[in-house]
């Protein structure tokens, strides 16, 4: 086809170039103005055939090439619009899906927001157990402290008062009271 394009183009050109010498020579009479007719005429029959040779396999390819480009730049359109398509898809799915996973974790939440709460509960209810577990004994140990604090004081307040109530006389009785008893008590176990 180039090479058909480029003797077209050369045909033109001897052809302007003839017009114009034709036009200088009959303005002078040439005589050989004849032949250069019949060569203008051998060279366009020339050019003729070479196009009509070499054009229509050229425009069929070409042609062919353009029908193919279209029919790959229709699939391409339409493998683009499925893909739109199912990127649509996806983007709505995505949508309700981004809903349904919000709503899932929202409940999530307040199932562990609850779960949280009954174990803080339950853990407050044992520290608090523990704790009056903890007063209850204090409170035991403290009752008892105070009761043998209570007992000494009596205890220190008894001999107190028995110290200023004894006298020798006393002692004394209490002392033979004493000793009695034991020989009595010896008396019954030989017995």
């Known amino acids: 086809m180039r090479r058909a394009l480029r003797i077209l183009g050369i045909g033109f050109i001897l052809m302007a170039a003839v017009f114009a010498e034709e036009k ?3 303005e002078a009479g040439d005589p ?3 032949w250069k007719w019949a060569n203008f005429a051998i060279l366009g029959a020339g050019l003729a055939y070479m196009i009509a040779k070499n054009a229509p396999p050229y425009f069929a390819a ?14 391409t359109k ?6 739109a398509a199912a990127i649509d898809r996806r983007m709505a799915a995505l949508e309700s899906e981004v809903a349904k996973l919000r709503a899932e974790a ?6 562990e927001g609850g779960r949280i709460s009954r174990e803080t509960q339950q853990r407050l209810q044992k520290i608090q157990s523990q704790g009056e577990q903890e007063i209850a004994l204090m409170s035991r140990s403290a009752q008892d402290d105070l009761r ?7 205890l ?3 001999q107190q008062r028995i110290r200023s109530r004894m006298t020798k006389e006393a002692e ?3 002392l033979d009271a004493f000793v009695a008893d034991l020989h009595r008590q010896s008396a019954e176990a030989r017995n």
């Not at 070409?62 to 730049?73: D, T, V």
């Not at 043998?148 to 009596?154: C, G, I, P, S």
């Open 172 to 174: 004394d009785g209490l």
């Open 32 to 34: 050989m103005l004849g």
């Open 78 to 83: 339409q493998d683009a619009e499925a893909k």
């Open 156 to 158: 220190d307040l008894a």
């Open 24 to 26: 200088k020579e009959a």
């Open 106 to 111: 929202k409940d999530e939440i307040s199932a």
């Open 62 to 75: 070409r042609s062919k090439e353009i029908q193919q480009g279209i029919a790959e730049a229709t699939q």
């Open 148 to 154: 043998k604090h209570a007992a000494r004081l009596a």
